[in-house]
Nanobody
Framework: VQLVASGGGLVQPGGSLRLSCAAS????????MSWYRQATGKEREFVAA????????NYADSVKGRFIISRDNAKNTVYLQMNNLKPEDTAVYFC?????????WGQGTQVTVSS
């Protein structure tokens, strides 16, 4: 199982970024896929998740209405569209899956929101 995150960068407040998480070794269509983030000096926190099956989603209150998680089963990739970014969104973003009871994390991609 491997998760490779990409798409981070430096963006001004109010801007947008789209993160990607390319998975290999399993099919994302059958697992709940999530994004977490960790800011400097803070604990890692949940951001968003998309379930297998019907694909229902849920979000942290802090990003609700601004971020959208989605998946492309054909590409075995999960996305996080981040709009109206704020300085407090600055963090390293990780994709995550629990696969057969083991936790797998992507390597993280840095998102910096600053003017």
């Amino acid at each position: 199982v491997q998760l490779v995150a990409s798409g981070g960068g430096l963006v001004q407040p109010g801007g947008s970024l789209r993160l990607s998480c390319a998975a290999s070794g399993f099919s994302i269509s059958t697992y709940r896929m999530s994004w977490y983030r960790q800011a400097t000096g803070k604990e890692r926190e949940f951001v968003a998740a998309v379930r297998n099956g019907g694909g229902s989603t849920n979000y942290a209150d802090s990003v609700k209405g601004r971020f959208i998680i989605s998946r492309d089963n054909a590409k075995n990739t999960v996305y996080l569209q981040m709009n109206n970014l704020k300085p407090e969104d600055t963090a390293v973003y990780f994709c995550y899956v629990s696969y057969f009871g083991r936790n797998y994390w992507g390597q993280g991609t840095q998102v910096t929101v600053s003017s």
